[in-house]
């Protein structure tokens, strides 16, 4: 049995007949690749455990509402990816460091500047990323961010393989397209130091 029609087949059992056997064999299916998932967005083995609990506990609290999902597997990605980005807006907002998480090397020099021009291509990098439309977006994060394959990343969200190899074409073009224009002034002041 593929797996589609095993998780449709224990999506039914959940939706009518509230089987919290069908619940448990969903949650041992999916629960590891769900925790990666969230993991590359958090970044934290903690928030990502507590973030996949949460996941299936919304899912317990719709279970009257499943029959009308059409693909459960991309429905608990789409939920994950949410809760992720929640937990990253509310870290933002009112961030915790751990002292002891922090790395003390006092033998490596930092360039400020070379740290600032960094940072600041990392964040026109992200910007790029965010500014990318919808599914070409999802796509990218999870072929480059998550690291799954492209056959992956087509079952997960029901499209072609072309279809994605086309979307992260797309994204890596607009991605450059945006960093681009960027490169070309820090480019030229590190010949000028030559």
Not at 16 to 31: C, G, H, I, K
Not at 94 to 108: G, N, Q, R, W
Not at 166 to 184: C, D, E, F, G, M
Request: charged share 25%; glycine share 2%; with cysteine.
């Amino acid at each position: 049995m593929k797996e589609k029609s095993i998780i449709a087949d224990l999506q039914q059992k959940i939706a009518l007949y509230e089987d919290m056997n069908a619940y448990r064999a969903l949650y041992e299916l999916l629960n590891e690749r769900l925790f990666w998932f969230v993991y590359s967005f958090v970044k934290s083995r903690e928030a990502a455990e507590e973030i996949v609990s949460d996941v299936f506990i919304k899912l317990w609290t719709i279970r009257n509402e499943l029959p009308s999902i059409a693909n459960l597997q991309v429905y608990l990605y789409v939920i994950a990816k949410n809760f992720s980005k929640n937990y990253i807006i509310r870290e933002y907002k009112y961030p915790h460091v751990c002292l002891d998480e922090i790395p003390l090397d006092a033998t490596t020099s930092v360039n400020p500047e070379e740290l600032y021009i960094s940072a600041e291509m990392a964040g026109r990098i992200n910007h790029a990323i965010r500014e990318l439309p919808p599914q070409c977006r999802l796509i990218f994060q999870m072929a480059r961010e998550h690291g799954l394959k492209h056959q992956e990343v087509a079952d997960i969200l029901g499209i072609s393989r072309i279809t994605v190899r086309n979307q992260l074409t797309i994204a890596a073009r607009k991605i450059a397209q945006s960093v681009y224009p960027h490169l070309q002034p820090a480019a030229a002041k590190q010949q000028s130091r030559c």
